[in-house]
């Protein structure tokens, strides 16, 4: 199945600047797999070094987080979106 994943402005660098990706899988870590061995570069933003998700990475399908549904193996249905939203901190003290 094919799946658009949206990417977010700082990870664009790593996807030849593309704001969305269309990728294969039947379930998110599925096609996050297809997406980061395409764009191998993309890897080491969204992957530890043992293959886990980052902790500030976000993952949303469609507007549920999958961290609330079956993570990595929360099936796609045709038309489902990936929106990968990376965690921002910082201000001023």
Known sequence: ????????????AYTDKQASVLT?????????????THYDALRKHLY???GKLR??????VND???RYLQK???VLREHDT???IPSIAGGSA
């Not at 294969?24 to 980061?36: D, F, Q, W």
């Open 1 to 12: 199945m094919t799946t658009k994943i949206l990417i977010p402005t700082p990870l664009r």
């Open 24 to 36: 294969e899988g039947n379930t998110v870590g599925e096609a996050l797999h297809h997406l980061t």
């Open 48 to 50: 530890t070094d043992d």
């Open 55 to 60: 902790a500030f990475v976000n993952v949303y």
């Open 64 to 66: 549920e987080d999958i």
């Open 72 to 74: 990595e193996n929360t």
């Open 82 to 84: 990936v929106s990968i």
